[in-house]
């Protein structure tokens, strides 16, 4: 997939698609937008002589926003892996969530969402 992508063409994918190793071999020559998966870790770097990084919380990220979110992050599964992304989002509307979270209920079999997953689709 990647080798038929020219230089700094944009390159869009699903959640089924979403591999990190495969969004740094394209963020090299080229753009990409994904949407972020849930369980992705966010992090903010501390220092960048010693490489460490914090942890961000996505609904910390959220809450803090009034309207829209449009920051610099790195993303990854573990401490290790890290892929600085911009990460950029928009507050929906109240039907809008009450749909998404209504469907969200429903592929769960009926049983209640987290909080945290709950606020994530807002």
């Not at 509307?93 to 749909?99: F, R, Y």
Request: avoid cysteine.
């Amino acid at each position: 997939m990647i080798e038929t992508l020219s230089e700094k063409e944009l390159f869009l994918t699903d959640l089924g698609y979403f591999d990190t190793n495969q969004l740094q071999k394209i963020g090299e020559k080229n753009f990409f937008i994904s949407r972020i998966k849930t369980n992705l870790k966010l992090f903010k770097i501390v220092s960048e002589k010693y490489s460490i990084y914090e942890q961000l919380d996505m609904t910390t990220i959220l809450k803090k926003s009034t309207h829209s979110v449009d920051q610099e992050v790195y993303v990854g599964t573990d401490s290790h892996s890290k892929l600085k992304v911009r990460l950029v989002g928009t507050k929906l509307p109240t039907e809008v969530t009450h749909k998404r979270i209504k469907k969200a209920i429903i592929q769960n079999d009926g049983n209640a969402i987290s909080d945290n997953k709950r606020e994530i689709l807002h």
